[in-house]
């Protein structure tokens, strides 16, 4: 249970951070994608008997990277969707209550002019 718990306040931890440095995650895959290249031409330059298994494995570890950062920025994607949902419901409730506050006003001013009419 330990463990768990670890690792959930690991991701939320992650989370956060990819929320508030969307441009730094952004970097930090890009240079990710940049170092696997950079490995798979220095291996197919060393070891080309085996060109294979190195295209097999490096397309792996660009997938598994892709499926990483997708998994990370879906979760940040859902931490806005919910600021989006809460500022909704925000802004539902001011509007309801200013036009409430409107509708009273109108009402006050309309009992003013029939007080003033008669």
């Known amino acids: 249970m330990e463990t ?23 970097l930090i895959f890009i240079l990710a994608y940049a170092i696997e290249q950079g490995i798979l031409i220095f291996l197919v330059k060393i070891i080309s008997s085996h060109i294979e298994i190195i295209v097999s494995l490096f397309a792996l570890i660009v997938l598994t990277t892709f499926g990483l950062q997708k998994i990370v920025m879906e979760s940040r994607i859902r931490i806005l969707e919910k ?5 909704k419901i925000e802004i539902n409730e001011m509007s309801k209550a200013f036009l409430d506050e409107y509708r009273h006003n109108r009402h006050l001013l309309k009992r003013i002019n029939e007080e003033r009419g008669n």
């Open 4 to 26: 768990y718990a670890s690792i959930h306040y690991w991701w939320k931890d992650l989370r956060r951070f990819a929320y508030k440095n969307k441009s730094f995650i952004d």
């Open 83 to 87: 600021k989006v949902y809460r500022s």
